[in-house]
């Protein structure tokens, strides 16, 4: 198994931007949306943005919505999250993985990598 490669994460300001990319080649790529997780200190991971293959379909959480976009490089087996205006409680672990394609939402890869760290000072 090859775990998801998160990287881009940092400490930012309040108001601060950020872009998030995850590297996952355990399946096929181009066969499974696409979705990013975060763990907040003291609590349960959760999905805040998900992408189909061809990128026409997208979720947010309400947390980010207006936020945060989501997007793909199909040829990259690369996902990223473009995180603009930041508040502090977007501080968390960030994680990608592959999801179920018809709840689009369960996790599926078999193995979650380190994440990338992004804290978010007032």
């Known amino acids: 198994q090859v775990q998801p490669a998160e990287s881009g994460g940092g400490l930012v300001q309040t108001g601060g931007s950020l872009r998030l990319s995850c590297v996952a080649s355990?399946?096929?790529?181009?066969?499974?949306?696409m979705g990013w997780f975060r763990r907040a200190p003291g609590r349960e991971r959760v999905l805040v943005a998900s992408?189909?293959?061809?990128?026409?379909?997208?979720y947010y959480s309400d947390s980010v919505k207006g936020r945060f976009t989501i997007s793909r490089d199909n040829a990259k087996n690369t996902v990223y999250l473009q995180m603009n205006s930041l508040k502090p409680e977007d501080t968390a672990v960030y994680y990608c993985?592959?999801?179920?394609?018809?709840?689009?939402?369960?996790?599926?890869?078999?193995?979650w990598g380190q994440g990338t760290q992004v804290t978010v000072s007032s």
């Open positions: 993985n592959f999801l179920n394609n018809l709840d689009r939402r369960t996790p599926i890869g078999t193995a």
């Open positions: 355990e399946l096929t790529f181009t066969s499974y949306y």
């Open positions: 992408i189909s293959v061809g990128s026409a379909v997208t």
